[in-house]
């Protein structure tokens, strides 16, 4: 046993990730509770308790790392989204909240059809494709990304969660390689535009190859809805894209354009922001 309790682990770690985090607190709770194999509650239960001494060693080694700015999920090596862990590395966007819209839709979308063919486009972690298996028992996602280290991740995910026979992974630049018809297509493609790359914390840690969606931010989502007239079911396919709330307009267009009888529906996230476009052919 160290000397350090964990409530002085709590304060150095919420110290840490304050700079960076507008919940640090919260995060810190998780953190610790992480490092120490209980839940955040037994945390918070326990500020009088002892960390060995290997368990003090790897604080301070995250608390270095914290401190350069290191987003808090590489640091502890995997994250939440929609209630479950995803391993996660520096080859791989972090899964954000806002990407749970998307799967709410898309668990929507899915109960329209028996037994939809479905695939998840960039899938980097595999936490949308992963996710809507876990959640539709018998459903199987295909999913793509052009990064083959993010794949190495979205491999290592769906091993944890048994799902090597349902979610076939596949290098491919969007659905190049996929024939139709697909019911369903999901896609949380990079939509910031290359310019506001410049000006943001995620850009030095995280992909690019995740974020930089060209000079309007819409490069892939533009070429993503070109391949779709001749690989969507028509009538009957449903598409789903995470995009950024001023791309809306121009997307609208594009999809016009491309799939001129569709319905498109834009879907707020949890913070009120337009979020989502939902396409209905
Ligand atoms: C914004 S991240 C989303 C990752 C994951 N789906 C999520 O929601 O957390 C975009 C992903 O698309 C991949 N990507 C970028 N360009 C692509 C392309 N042309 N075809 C397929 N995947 C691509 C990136 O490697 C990255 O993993």
Known sequence: MSNITVREAL???????????????????????????????????????????????????????????????????????????????????????????????????????????V?????????????????????????????????????????????????????ASLLEPLAGPWDVVVANLPYIPSMELTHLRVARWEPRLALDGGLEGTWWLRALLAQLPSRLRRPGGHVLLEIAPAQVTALREVVRHHLPKARVEVLSDLAGMPRVLWIRT
Not at 62 to 72: A, F, H, I, N
Not at 129 to 135: F, I, K, P, S
Not at 150 to 162: D, S
């Open 11 to 117: 304060q150095d770690l919420a110290q840490a990730l304050a700079p960076h985090s507008e919940t640090a607190p919260l995060d810190a709770q998780r953190a610790l509770a992480h490092l120490l194999g209980r839940s955040p509650a037994w945390v918070l239960a326990h500020p009088e308790a002892y960390l060995s001494s290997p368990q003090v060693a790897q604080l301070q080694d995250w608390l270095r790392r914290l401190q350069t700015g290191e987003p808090l999920p590489y640091v502890l090596g995997e994250w939440e989204f929609y209630g479950r862990p995803f391993y996660v590395t520096p080859a791989v966007l972090i899964p954000r909240p806002e990407t749970e819209t998307l799967v709410d839709a898309a668990l929507r979308a899915l109960s329209t059809r028996p037994s939809p063919r």
């Open 119 to 171: 695939v998840d486009v960039g899938t980097g972690s595999g936490c949308i494709a992963l996710t809507l298996a876990l959640e539709r028992p018998g459903l199987t996602v295909w999913a793509t990304d052009v990064s083959w280290d993010a794949l190495q991740v979205a491999r290592r995910n769906r091993a944890r969660y048994g799902l090597q026979d349902r979610v076939p992974l596949l290098q």
